[in-house]
């Protein structure tokens, strides 16, 4: 049994890890750390969690790390790096914060606007993309998850780009996401009043954030400079992003690709060709479902991925890195299935 | 490991057991029946289970009952005493319909409008409210699930009735319904565009089925007549039941009965005296919340009673029922931790 | 043409009202105040006005009161009646805040926790429930908005309470509100992503402050002291609220009551026995549908109300009382039908 | 008083007539038809009209023509051909089906699978585009409303495409789709239980209808062949389609020409340069906003427009046709502020 942290734990990515955690099997969740919300009980922060029997929320200086097996930082970004460059330098850290997800510190301060203050881990962190950087999670110290529209965007891109089977100029991704992406934020437009019913873009023109993770992925697989154009809404819906990817390419060479890339993968599932997910299909889940479907101009196609942000694009992703780094299988406590409807 | 049948898979009850055994570890699906979408793959008619290993749906009259130790039975009202009534006598079944929950067959033609064409069976069933007739379904070969309303406000009120801690003349159910309960049917009250956005009452006066479970069960544990007022609501979500229970008696005292009544119950969850519950926090799981609150009236008393009428108010139920009377761990299974957000 | 100034423009009532106001026909929106926000255009504050020609938004002492011939007071309560006391002394307003709805200074202490700033005005202001106070709102300088749960609640009893129809000692009032009565405040269980797919009881136990509007109202009707139970419900809708009333009384004599007061009404539609209204079918309209149905057991029968909170419960009853006091035809800009679906 | 006849009064669009014309002034309401429910008070077909003085469903061939200026004809497609040949030649129609949107009878029978039953109408036809037809449309006898996908694009592009400021062969829309676009129809992806909380795509591949109004209206425009790729996505939203349009052209020159083209325009908004529209502003009415942005690409720009499907993109614009038909002003009972929330 492996003795586990969770700093941010009164954010939903930390309370998602909290559910999947608690029927895993092989961790013990024995610190909780959020210092806004420090001597509650778990069951007044997040009464979904009341049946579990948990520790009380605590700050995170008073976490005795001894027996910690492995943290995970739940934490907002920018606080993260603090935290976690004041942690034990042996501790096993799953950061789900984006402090770790750019190697270059130019890159860093340019898309989140200042400069790094633990320059020196940037280096150590692994990138947290399961599929793609599983050797080198399996020894890792400190893994950082991705953004949760990067990863739904480099599932449905990835092996395309490294096989060169579409045009690297040209690409679009359209991404519906849902409310659960921007957190517990009080903000206006993620009232239920002002989000229901109804749709638009955020972000637009090239501007969020993930994009740092698009360009430094996709240009490292493709050996050369690839930007793409990514335009994020937001649809009213919790849980869940649909990221439409228009591309130049041949719609069956690039459906094969997909499938041969994942035909291993027990959570990347590549649909019959033609047919198309939907986030109903994979909510509460870690799976992500892609489809690819030809268009009647010839040479283009639309691949359409879909997850759920919370789990396969957020804590769940963290979970599965974890379970590498713990020695674990990889899909241990990951196999419940979708929740529809 | 125990081989299951599952009748009726291509509705939302069946599903969701798929869902739940999907993670069992003790069950096996040996055989999924739905006559109407027969020769369809799982996958086709609900893509959520792409990735499990599950055996095509067949007609009922395909599946092979030889290593059969369990049937799930869920199919419609009417149809499901006719199929049952045909199956092997030493089948184990859990039927979650409405058949076999009225004991009485007069009572059961005056609620559902037909004679009952298995009487002889209605007498061998057991009402499958786990918590309250345990012993029974232990040994029983049929199990009756409970209607999922009828479930929800038997936990709020069986313990208050038996301590007769409650004027019995007076009992008022106001509930709030998810839209998953009317099933997979094609009504145009239940599209997106007519049921989003706005409530309404249904089956008002006194006219809902689940009335004929409230008055068998509460009559007899009262040992004299209980007639209650139930009137519910269809609000626009898909999935939970919120019983809002009016009660003339001492709120603390209520609280108190509910509480030493569940102490030992792992499902059922009686909050703190003062405070209610959601059904946000028991979404995809088979807990039960239930707080007491007194009012400003003396003497008066609301019980407010939340589940998810997919898990706790039907499919997870026959899961507890089922590995009952396997012989197995009630709880297996069953432990998955609500999805919230 | 009228001159309007509205406070508080940057809220929902606010927002509500410019609505209704640009269609009106004979209004004409001269000022609006909204401290927070003053200096900015609607059309950035709520860019679904952005096709009407409004003044900028100022703070209130920017107000040139001259021309102004009626002021709408949107303001948060306690706010209101210490601005409204500062307003010149004969412009006409129609606050649609708490502040002046309870007559009794004692009352209004009792449920909102402070002394009233402006006890000399509490006596002044009419009640503002326009089918009950016309002849008085006609010729008041202040008329003070109802609640919106409390306006449901009373058109569903007023009539019954003064005919004596009903047990007035046993009167339960179970109402599922949709969010926007809770303005346009920023707390967690507002957000999308906790309040949709789910419901629950709030302000539990006779604690609600509409019940301060209840026990004043209903007990100058009945004329001896009439206190009922009632317990709001937030459900996953934007507008509208369903209250459903439980009483002791004869089913059809009581909807024979209703349907005698409300013959001569625009705005209040009582339903042929036995159906029950939706709030579907009265969103962003100034109607409300009152059903009746009896119950299986005799002698007790439901009343179930149903009107959109922003308008008929807010600011469409704050245009109708406008136009009494501003001599206008009463329904004059509320004759839209609702939105469906 | 111009005396108005509606087929096809049991469904959404036919409903959204009533709903406008109750308020428009210059219109009587003197005949609805809908085969299915001949013989139903509108007050039970539709809850909402319930105040409204409607005559009664009847057959169509019951609809006495004599006095009728005009018929909305919001019958299902290839049922409105067979109708419309049928009735008087002089009457005036606008027509709310796709059957006489397509001029070229080939284009129809490829994008619809089946011949056309009234090619002789289909040249008298006027496309319904009010801003891009409204001479046609003043002196035309039948007029064909457009898609409501299809008017979306169109405001977004068609003076783009005029003015030659994008590139015309790479040209994307991404749409969003609310569910009342797919009517009243009974399909298990409409019901609530599987449209909330998630997104799809679906027609993909260049599938879809209105594909054939885009490449006739976008080529006779340029004077060239001209083909989009479209992909509409359905979201859990009742009213309202958001295009996202992908163009390779100047981002400020696509703004200017925007701006210019629609600066006279009542219902067409153009946002500040940077800004994007959201469907929650346009909901209930019939505007419609556009912005633009450019993105970090150079030589990119994305458009994006809303408006609510059922009224600018349906039943809204089929009044503006009818009110230029019958010498109205154009903007009568059109001028309703959106609801919001």
Redesign the interface.
Known sequence: MKNIAILGASG?TG?EL??LI??HGGMRIAALGANSKAGMDMADV???????DLPSLVTIDQIDWTDIDLCFCALPHKTSQEVISQLPATLKIVDLSADFRLRDPKAYEQWYGNAHSAVQMQGEAVYGLTEFYRGQIKGARLVAGTGCNAATGQFALRPLIEAKAIDLQ?I?L?L?C???GAG?S???N?????????????A????HRH?GEFDQEFSAIAGEPV?V?F?P?L??????I?A?V?VKGDAENIHAILSASYSEE?FI?V?PF?K??????????N?C?IGV?????EG?A?V?A?LDNLTKGSSGQALQNANLMLNLPETQGL???????
Chains 1, 2, 3, 4 share one sequence.
């Open positions: 939903y309370a909290i559910r608690s029927t997040f009464p979904f969690l009341r049946h579990l040209d679009i359209d519906k849902a409310v659960s517990r009080l903000k206006e993620l009232l239920h009043a002002e989000l229901s019913e109804g749709a638009n873009a955020y637009v023109g090239g501007t994009l930007r154009q335009t809404h649809i009213p819906a919790n849980r869940g649909l439409t228009y027990t599932k649909l033609g198309t997910p939907s986030t109903h299909d994979t909510r509460g889940s799976f479902h479907t030809g268009d009647r101009i283009r639309i359409v879909a196999m419940m299935a979708p929740l529809f409807p």
